[in-house]
């Protein structure tokens, strides 16, 4: 490996040798800058690990906190004193060849271990199917540098070196392609299928980060039933605001394999909203959506997200189903016709039109004959489910109101006739006949001829009250 600074790197002239330390921490000034080419201790190369794990130019906080460290040992392949706390490190040989033939090694390319392969030299690793070249195969593949002391690497010594760290797994979600869906996905656009990685694919970590929070009303996440190619709705608050911050989602099938991730919903400001997830393009069956609050950065960075809030969903196909109506004991007209739709439609409620029962009056519709279901007027919408719908006449009884009678006529007064006073001086004299008695009678009554008109009526009274 060349030197950082080619022009103050210090280093003995040795022949046949791959020399990629620069410096020795305990080096005085004015001295020498190593004791040996292949001292780990101090040289620029582990100076270099250290100012990557500890500088966010290169990472995240997150991801070098998330970095468990070593101690760097003579038994780890390197010379020279023991290093602590070591978060990344060049591989060694016997590391590389514990990850050979997996996926994590297939680079196709040289680059350089930490481990001496004899006579101070370095092993140069091959980043396929395990292969090691000692680089005392490689010692003749190096020039003096005619301007300093020291060696240059031909061009096929200056291969990388690949850093290695220690994670703990228990916080990794899930992983993605380094460079794929999780950088590209467009917010709200749609649930995306996520392809399996590539032999030899860099990835991306998504980790587990208690600073991620995110609410979602507990009764949202009942279990849920849709319909192929449509929406579901939810509503969150509480979410991590801040840049590259987002409500996400992914789609488990029924084996817990993530098959689909999406971003939801901006929060980089916003703390709460609405959750719109588009079902478009996802097949009939049963699955798990996981909501969760995430910092979703660019490609090849970790990504870190909250605890992940689970529903069940099932997604159904449309079926075809009709609605029925029925006359519950009509007398006369016609009932409206039968209609069909599909799972998902909105079914709009008939009227009664010209349907009658004699002595009833139209109440509305039930789904069941007794009104113990659910009532519907006429306008009412619902949305159609997989099941045919029964819909029954609802009748109330019709009042009978009783015939009005006629109002009683009061009574009119009987009239008196007016009885004038009488002239008791021509009456005063005349005896008053006994009552049964004949002979006044006819007397009486002889007299009583011989008056006026109006007398004559006023004497008949007098007879009669005589009586």
């Not at 003096?144 to 290695?164: K, Q, S």
Request: negative net charge.
């Amino acid at each position: 490996m060349m030197p950082d600074d080619a022009q103050n790197g210090t280093y003995k002239k040795e022949l046949n040798r791959a020399l990629y330390y620069e410096v020795d921490a305990d080096a005085q000034d004015g001295e020498q800058g190593f004791t040996e080419p292949t001292d780990y201790y101090g040289g620029s190369l582990q100076q270099r690990m250290e100012e990557i794990a500890s500088s966010t130019e290169y990472m995240l906080s997150g991801e070098s906190e998330r970095m468990v460290p070593r101690t760097l040992t003579s038994a780890d392949g390197i010379e020279g004193k023991d290093i602590p706390d070591q978060k990344l490190w060049p591989l060694s040989t016997a590391e590389y060849k514990m990850i050979a033939n997996t996926p994590a090694e297939n680079y196709f390319e040289l680059f350089h271990s930490r481990t001496p392969s004899g006579n101070g030299l370095i092993d140069i690793l091959f980043g396929y199917n395990g292969i090691v070249i000692p680089n005392s195969l490689y010692s003749a593949h190096q020039q003096e540098d005619p301007n300093y002391d020291r060696l240059i690497p031909n061009e096929d010594l200056t291969g990388p070196v690949r850093p290695a760290f220690n994670w703990d797994i228990s916080d990794i979600l899930f992983t993605s392609d380094a460079t794929g869906i999780k950088s590209t996905a467009m917010t709200g656009d749609a649930l995306y299928q996520i392809p399996a990685l590539p032999a030899g694919s860099p990835i991306k970590f998504t980790m587990k980060d208690n600073d991620q929070t995110l609410s979602v009303p507990k009764e949202e996440l009942d279990a849920r039933t849709a319909l192929v190619d449509s929406t579901l709705t939810f509503s969150y608050s509480n979410a991590k605001t801040g840049k590259n911050q987002y409500v996400s989602c992914i789609l488990l099938d029924q084996d817990g394999k993530i098959i689909r991730y999406g971003k939801i919903a901006d929060s980089s400001v916003n703390a709460s909203g609405d959750l719109i997830v588009p079902l478009k393009g996802i097949p009939a069956g049963s699955y798990t959506l996981g909501f969760f609050s995430e910092q979703a950065n660019e490609d090849n960075y970790t990504d870190f997200a909250g605890e992940i809030l689970e529903v069940k969903l099932t997604i159904q196909n449309p079926v075809a189903s009709t609605v029925t109506y029925y006359g519950n004991g009509n007398t006369g007209g016609n009932l409206p016709e039968v209609k069909s739709y599909l799972t998902g439609d909105t079914v709009t409620v008939s009227g009664a039109g010209d349907l009658v029962k004699e002595g009833f009056t139209f109440q509305g519709w039930n789904t069941a004959p007794d009104g113990t279901g659910t009532s519907y007027a006429e306008n009412d919408v619902f949305t159609m489910g997989n099941e045919a719908i029964a819909l029954y006449a609802q009748w109330e009884k019709t009042p009978v109101l009783p015939i009005p009678e006629e109002p009683e006529q009061p009574e009119k007064p009987s009239e008196e006739p007016f009885e004038p006073e009488q002239d008791h001086e021509k009456t005063e004299h005349t005896a008053n006949p006994k009552t049964g008695d004949p002979l006044g009678s006819a007397i009486l009554a002889s007299l009583l001829l011989a008056s006026s008109g109006s007398l004559v009526v006023i004497a008949r009274k007098k007879l009669k009250k005589g009586c």
